[in-house]
């Protein structure tokens, strides 16, 4: 038995498109939809959450209060913990036997701990290409589209070095292994998936692709308003936990390993006819001018670089100008420094050898002689006044 977990929040339309597609769906491997309402703000929600669940459709959980994504997540997985669980966000749709080609995928290799199918909308494990903005690529529809990709990349697989959580695949025994949700860091959402996928890494589990699988998603449905403030801080409390995060998600769409996948696709859908391919083209083309772009930005930004360089070495060269005047400056008040030094001592000797003169002289008999003459005078002129 698999539990597909799916936590719901806002998106009534796409929250009944999702639960109704995995309800729909035939499997071989049992499965129970346990959803999670995280104390919706919309009341048609719970009133249709209630009829599933009342019609035995699927096990519901509710929150009292909010508690964010990941503690909804957490939660939806610990209820039955001797299964494997999926996480299905309530804004995705599911066809065929995705679930099958899932589990399948997951229990290939025993050091499997994540599986991420492709989509629309699921960055690294994005088709057309990463950075698509359409819905479910071409005029097949999702169920068609799907099977193609069954057929074309039957059991192929691609390591990643996270999963994507909007459709993830977490074996029961890597769960145990590696711990729940982090949601003290991530508690709203955004984050908490990548950090999982990487302790796993660290721990010697795997993270991949399942290159025969398309899940739909239409994104940012519980999230429309926080959506950049949310992802930017997780951002942030990823990198200061895995430093090497983004190096590792770099290399990987530097490499683009699923390329061959998403290859063996494009070919498949051209088969179909005309119109078909004629939707691949300009999917590709698309992809080129986004590139293209993205390297004129770059192109712009080393320009506006060497600019700014420029600007500073000029800048430099005028400081340097600055300090080479300074220089001169210093060294012509300290040439008058000396100047005035010398002349001093030159007085200062003049002074000593003076002091040293009058000092002889005093000293001499002659001075002794007139001193003595001088006293006597200036006494007679006192007698002579009547003075004493």
Not at 223 to 233: G, P
Not at 352 to 369: G, P, T, V
Request: some cysteine.
């Amino acid at each position: 038995m698999i539990d597909v977990v799916v936590p719901v929040y806002k998106g009534l339309a796409q929250t009944r498109r999702c639960l109704e597609s995995v309800l729909a769906s035939r499997q071989e491997s049992p499965f129970e939809v346990v959803a999670v309402d995280d104390a919706s703000p919309e009341p048609e929600i719970s009133r249709y959450l209630d009829a599933l669940a009342a019609d035995g459709r699927i096990t519901l959980l509710r929150n009292e209060a909010n508690e964010g994504f990941v503690r909804s997540v957490n939660r939806g997985m610990a209820l039955h913990r001797d299964r494997d669980v999926v996480l299905l966000n309530s804004d995705t749709e599911v066809a065929n036997d995705w679930l099958d080609r899932l589990h399948r995928c997951a229990h290939g290799a025993p050091d499997v701990a994540t599986v991420t199918p492709f989509s629309n909308n699921a960055t690294i494990c994005s088709y057309p290409f990463e950075g698509w903005s359409g819905e479910v690529p071409g005029r097949l529809g999702l169920a068609a589209l799907d099977r193609l990709f069954a057929a074309a990349n039957a059991g192929r697989t691609v390591d990643l070095p996270t999963g994507v959580g909007f459709c993830m695949y977490i074996r029961r025994d890597a769960l145990q292994a590696l711990g729940a949700f982090d949601a003290e860091r991530f508690g709203r959402g955004y984050g908490e998936e990548n950090d999982f996928c990487m302790r796993a890494g660290k721990a010697g589990w795997r993270n991949v692709l399942a290159g025969d699988v398309f899940v739909f998603h239409e994104g940012s449905v519980s999230f429309s308003e926080d959506r950049v403030a949310l992802m930017q801080a997780a951002g942030k409390k990823l990198v200061e936990i895995h430093p090497d995060y983004p190096a590792r998600v770099h290399e990987f769409l530097v490499s683009d390993p699923a390329s061959a996948l998403r290859a063996a696709v494009d070919a498949a859908r051209i088969d179909q006819g005309a119109a078909e391919a004629h939707c691949v083209l300009a999917e590709r083309s698309e992809e080129r001018a986004r590139i293209m772009k993205g390297l004129w930005d770059i192109e712009k930004l080393a320009t506006e670089r060497d600019s700014l360089i420029g600007q500073l070495n000029r800048g430099l060269e005028h400081a340097t100008g600055l300090v080479a005047e300074r220089n001169a400056l210093i060294a012509q008040g300290d040439e008058e420094i000396g100047k005035l030094r010398a002349g001093l001592a030159h007085a200062e000797s003049l002074a000593f050898a003076r002091a040293d003169e009058l000092k002889r002289i005093h000293s001499s008999r002659l001075w002794r002689s007139l001193d003595l003459l001088t006293r006597a005078h200036v006494h007679l002129r006192r007698r002579l006044r009547g003075t004493p």
